[in-house]
């Protein structure tokens, strides 16, 4: 049976604290990971600062960028997701093993032409678009709207947010959330997903939407909570991110488990698939 013909996986109710629980695990696999994890995440800090220093003269370019950062993330956490997975298997969550996924994950595959072998770079194609529409959209609205120039965070603060003659950002909130919704529901445990079990680009996300749907109150409560540690961190002039979106990645790792029952899918990357050689690519990889 191929990876695209088979049922839904089943998707569980969870509580509505269920997130807390999320963060709370993600908290303990961020430190147990260490630098594997912290480094990644100063990575995403890093260049979350110099998109701000570039964009900083051309503020509603740059409100859009970041905007499509948000829609990105799931596809930047999959290094997370990697070492969650390796902790739960009492492997070493080493940054090797990151390493190892991305350049092995697929190395049973007879041919790289086989149906799903680039479902995560399919997908990360697809959210990437999803992401320049709305960067472009909200340029353009905030441009074209906007009372006068908006070239600084003080600007946009009178000019969009507080603005009383206008509904700008009014519009521009609803039409984020109109894209953001969909971009959420279709991603929110179908990257981890994909990374973890043999299953077809288009089966992954159907599954995610399950969950949302099996779970809407506990889903809008980790959409909010994500949004809130992503803006957190952004307002510490991006800084806060390296520890913001380890923690989310690994968090995001625990939703997908408690979600999505994926014991009858096989194993994308086995551990028992070729013995040995794990350790040999960490040896590789590492010297």
Same mark, same amino acid.
């Given at each position: =049976?191929? %990876?695209?013909?088979?049922?839904? %996986? ?31 995440? /100063? ?12 964009? &900083? ?14 829609? =990105? /993330? %799931? ?18 969550? &080493? ?26 770079? &399919? ?12 960067? +472009?959209?909200? !340029? *353009? ?5 906007? $009372? ?14 507080? *603005? ?15 894209? /953001?919704?969909?971009?959420? *529901? ?16 288009? &089966? !992954?996300? +159907? ?8 779970? $809407? ?28 979106? $380890? ?16 014991? @009858? ?9 070729? %013995? @040995? ?6 040896? *590789?990889? @590492?010297?």
């Amino acid at each position: =049976m191929s %990876p695209d013909s088979a049922a839904l %996986p089943p998707v569980r109710s969870v509580p509505f604290t269920s997130p807390l629980s999320w963060l709370a695990r993600g908290w303990r696999d961020l430190w147990q990971a260490g630098g594997a994890s912290l480094v990644q995440g /100063a990575a995403v800090a890093v260049f979350s600062l110099l998109l701000w220093v570039l964009g &900083r003269d051309k503020f509603g370019l740059l409100v859009g960028a970041l905007s499509g950062f948000l829609v =990105m /993330a %799931p596809v930047l956490a999959t290094g997370f997701y990697v070492l969650s997975r390796s902790l739960e298997r009492g492997e070493p969550a &080493r940054i090797a093993v990151v390493l190892r996924t991305w350049l092995f994950w697929q190395s049973h595959y007879r041919s790289r032409w086989d149906h799903d072998y680039w479902c995560l770079v &399919r997908l990360g194609l697809l959210l990437a678009l999803a992401g320049t529409g709305w960067v +472009l959209t909200s !340029a *353009a609205m905030i441009t074209l709207l906007a $009372p006068a120039p908006v070239r600084t965070p003080h600007d946009f603060l009178l000019l969009v947010v507080l *603005a009383k003659d206008n509904n700008l950002f009014e519009l521009w909130l609803v039409l984020g959330s109109v894209l /953001a919704a969909p971009i959420f *529901a279709s991603s929110v445990v179908s990257i981890a997903l994909l990374l973890d079990r043999r299953i077809g680009l288009w &089966r !992954a996300v +159907l599954t995610s939407w399950q969950a949302v749907l099996a779970n $809407p109150v506990t889903m809008a409560m980790w959409s909010f909570l994500i949004l809130a540690l992503v803006l957190v961190g952004m307002a510490t002039f991006m800084l806060g991110l390296a520890l913001v979106m $380890p923690w989310l990645g690994h968090a995001s790792w625990h939703a997908y488990r408690d979600l999505v029952d994926s014991s @009858g899918l096989p194993e994308r990357q086995p551990r028992s698939e070729e %013995p @040995g050689m794990g350790h040999e690519q960490d040896k *590789a990889i @590492g010297s």
